[in-house]
């Protein structure tokens, strides 16, 4: 039996297998890809992110307990961008995860740094293409929020929650603005901390300006939760689910046609960079035009036209 029948045998084994051969961009990964693609479209994708040490792990555990006491089975993914290595962090998730992973139906995976930000977003949405195609019903996906990962990993997700604590700055100025932006969920943890009160306040009071940009009616809830003693959790896991119903509206068709669209754009943009990029721009390629430009007066427009051009006849050629 392949690796890939025992995966379709719900093997975790083989689970880890795939996701390691992809992970690695291994030879004929993307024919794996293709492979897999027929059987996903049943998880329901869901990215929390927020500032180191804000509780997310913590959170998405017992998320993760929910879930599974609702009889669906959960993958989670932890995209690390910081430590390349598998670090403290990262062995403390680990281990604070380790009584969900004993049951059987919880797939954990953490996923390091790879080349560009936007490789680290493709990888995760691949691993969890992965896991969708195993069957999961609940992806989790947590990254930490200071890059521009999480805010790729977002476009992925169906609903993301941004999970901040008193203890985050001087109250919300201080947020990077991405991260705000991409909340369809916000998450006050720690309310068991100083500021907290304030801290919601402050978040409503943003939420309530928004509202007032935005077309649509999705009412971005505020939410308190203090992770450690699994309290605010079932409201938040309610509102997951009052978000998933608004976004797919009247039909689902619509959203699954729209994230179709923005999926293949993404895909095909990070092969354009993984691998025809390389191809163009090499070192001796980028020296030969340089050279060009100070020495024979050419301009790096024309170049760059010459160089698409180039693209377009060797593509038609093979
Ligand atoms: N006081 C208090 N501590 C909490 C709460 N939730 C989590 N913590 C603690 O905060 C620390 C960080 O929690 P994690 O769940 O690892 O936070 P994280 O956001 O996943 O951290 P990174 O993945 O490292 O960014 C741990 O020591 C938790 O026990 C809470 O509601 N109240
Ligand atoms: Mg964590």
């Not at 080349?115 to 969708?132: P, Q």
């Not at 998450?187 to 907290?196: A, F, I, L, M, Y």
């Not at 505020?222 to 938040?236: F, W």
């Not at 060009?292 to 010459?306: C, H, Q």
Request: aromatic share 6%; glycine share 10%.
């Amino acid at each position: 039996m392949t690796v890939l029948d025992r995966f379709f045998r719900k093997d975790k084994a083989a689970l880890s297998r795939i996701i390691s051969f992809i992970e690695n961009r291994e030879d004929g990964y993307l024919k794996l890809l293709s492979k897999l693609y027929p059987k996903t479209g049943n998880a329901y994708k869901i990215g929390m992110t927020g500032p180191p040490g804000a509780g997310k792990s913590t959170l998405v555990d017992k998320m993760a307990v929910r879930y599974f006491g609702q009889g669906k089975s959960v993958g989670i993914i932890a995209v690390d961008p910081t430590s390349p290595f598998t670090g403290g962090a990262l062995l403390g998730d680990r281990i604070r995860m380790q009584n969900l992973s004993d049951k059987g139906d919880v797939f954990i995976r953490s996923m390091a740094t790879r080349g560009s930000a936007g490789g680290l977003a493709a990888a995760t949405r691949e691993v969890a293409l992965a896991l969708d195609a195993f069957g999961c019903d609940i992806i989790i996906i947590e990254t930490v929020g200071v890059g521009q990962v999480e805010l790729d990993v977002a476009g992925l997700c169906d609903t993301t929650i941004v999970v901040l604590v008193p203890e985050s700055g001087d109250g919300i100025q201080t947020l990077k603005a991405g991260l705000m932006e991409i909340a369809d969920i916000f998450v006050v943890n720690k309310v068991d901390r100083d500021g907290s009160g304030r801290l919601v306040s402050e978040l409503r009071m943003m939420v309530e300006g928004r509202r007032k940009n935005r077309d649509g009616n999705w009412d971005y809830p505020v939410l308190r939760t203090e992770a450690i003693n699994d309290i605010g959790v079932d409201k938040l896991i309610e509102n997951i689910k009052s978000h998933r119903k608004f976004i797919l509206g009247e039909s689902s068709e619509n959203y699954i046609y729209n994230r179709v669209k923005s999926e293949l754009k993404l895909i095909v943009k990070q092969r354009i960079i993984d691998n025809i990029l390389p191809e163009l721009l090499t070192e001796d390629a980028v020296d030969y035009y340089a050279k060009r430009i100070l020495s024979n007066g050419a301009d790096p427009y024309s170049i760059t036209e010459e160089l698409i051009a180039k693209m377009i006849v060797e593509d038609v050629k093979t």
